[in-house]
């Protein structure tokens, strides 16, 4: 059992010794991902998908008690549509693939594959808003998009993804402000109570904002080895895009105006986000509300009579309060354990025949490895209850290592010595001039993640660049 076990904690790097080959360990020993045929695009496997259905399910149920409802556009876009909106192609133009050929025949137009879908619904709106009585449009859709990145990690930026993109229009720029806002919220929320993930709402500055965007907002996760991690954005076109795609309706005055439109989403990046905020040296360790298999039922000797008839019924049972699955496979305990680990299955219950004849059964919790005894008859109690706790305080542990790791930097040295030595986000006012944000960059490799909401604390009253007076604190940081 115990050579079982190191062997497989083995495979996986430590992560004090090297993170990101640590990360890469995981995704494959965990059987989250294999790498494809095609260059920077990955497949994901059964374990890895079953975490974003549920990632899927849990947003989508949260969209449509806001008034979401779901779409599908095409996949490609004619140059001549994405040319429309300058800045918005412009952003993208660096990573846009495209299709020249159609069978053996050369295209008369050029097709984008999509890397977002803002010009496909701005043109379709054009043609389905047409009065103020058509008006909000709130749509979704699930899909994937690419962008040809030149350097590629799995979940956190591949070629093709997943993601839902939100696209929505409004009558007025403060419904679609409202709503900017509160789908930003809705991602953290999300991330807080399902993924356990604490996270900084705030806006992105000018130099970081959505191409073609007015406003983009943003939610921003600290991964273990103190790297940011952007982890949805929602961004307020304002009438920008409107404007050059000729979307409007005629108001209650019988004048013609512009519509107000938004955009946010999420993608797989966040299962990247998952494995990097509550990992450990023995691979995945899942947040019981987004885990695929919550309990991991493991027989002990269950070549013995009673045994394995024993375990199935604790599965069904606990099959009706969690998601439950029974290991009977004919491998050693010890490597079933390992492999529970691995996987990051919350709870595992072990149960053999000394167990049985007792009566009760051993929980053994994933995130803190503690053996817990609970009598069989009190299981469909106890284990929604470990798991209860299990989620509350993953995520109170990631916000404990979030917080430890925010530095207040009061000028350029300040911030140069912790950027080189203290990993985390640094909290440094700022005048709001781009130069200092590119020298920040370029000197240092550090970007800004967000003007918080919440936060606004004057820790004091000059650049923390060039030393002229601020008003805005940034949060800043080496990101992924």
């Given amino acids: 059992m115990a050579k079982d076990n190191k062997k497989l904690v083995e495979a996986i790097t430590s992560m004090d010794v090297d993170f990101a080959q640590w990360y890469t360990d995981v995704v494959k020993k965990a059987e989250l991902i294999d790498y494809s045929a095609v260059k920077g695009c990955m497949i994901i496997r059964p374990a890895g998908y079953a975490i974003w259905e549920n990632i899927q399910k849990e947003l989508d149920r949260r969209f449509k008690e806001t008034g979401v409802e779901n779409v599908y556009m095409p996949l490609f876009i004619p140059e001549s549509l994405l040319e429309k909106e300058k800045d918005h192609v412009e952003g993208f133009a660096p990573e846009v693939a495209w299709v020249t050929y159609g069978g053996l025949n050369p295209l008369p137009e050029r097709l984008c594959v999509r890397p977002t879908s803002e010009t496909l619904f701005c043109d379709f709106y054009k043609n389905i808003i047409h009065s103020y009585r058509d008006l909000p449009k709130v749509y ?188 009977d496979s004919d491998k050693s305990p010890g490597w079933k354990f390992s492999e529970q680990e691995m996987r990051g299955i919350p709870v595992r219950i072990e149960l053999g025949p000394k167990d049985i004849e007792a009566g009760k059964c051993v929980v053994v919790r994933r995130d803190t490895r503690e053996k817990i005894e609970v009598a069989l008859e009190d299981l469909e109690q106890k284990i929604p209850e470990i798991l209860e706790t299990i989620q509350k305080e993953m995520f109170e542990r990631a916000k404990a290592h979030r917080d430890a790791h925010i530095w207040d930097a009061h000028n350029y040295e300040e911030l140069k010595d ?19 944000e590119d020298k920040i960059k370029e000197e240092l490799a550090v970007t800004s993640r967000c003007i918080p909401f919440h936060d606004q604390e004057q820790i004091s009253g000059t650049c923390v660049c060039c030393g002229r007076p601020a008003h805005k604190l940034v949060y800043w940081g080496k990101a992924y």
Avoid at 196 to 210: C, D, L, N, Q, W
Avoid at 279 to 305: E, F, H, T
Wanted: net charge neutral.
């Fill in 140 to 327: 979704n859709q699930w899909c994937s998009v690419v962008r040809w990145e030149k350097e590629t990690r799995p979940f956190l930026r591949s070629r093709e993804f997943l993601w839902q993109e939100g696209h929505t229009a409004h009558a007025t720029a403060e419904e679609a402000e409202q709503r900017t806002i509160q789908m930003l919220n809705l991602y953290a929320d999300f991330c807080e109570e399902v993924l356990a993930m604490p996270v900084i709402r705030g806006r992105k500055t000018e130099k970081e904002k959505f191409a073609g965007a007015e406003a983009t907002y943003t939610i921003e996760a600290l991964m273990h080895d103190g790297k940011a991690l952007q982890s949805g954005t929602s961004h307020n076109f304002g009438d920008g895009f409107a404007k050059a795609f000729g979307v409007q309706y005629t108001d209650k005055d019988n004048k013609l105006q512009y519509v107000h439109q938004t955009s946010w989403g999420m993608t797989t990046r966040l299962i990247g986000a998952i494995i990097m905020v509550h990992g450990d040296d023995s691979g995945l360790v899942l947040p019981p509300r987004i885990a695929p298999v919550q309990a991991m039922v493991i027989p002990i000797q269950q070549y013995k009579d009673g045994v394995m008839d024993a375990a199935k019924s604790v599965c069904e049972r606990l099959g009706k309060v969690c998601r439950a699955k029974l290991d």
């Fill in 418 to 436: 912790i950027a080189a030595n203290k990993p985390g986000f640094i909290r440094g006012m700022w005048c709001e001039d781009q130069a200092c």
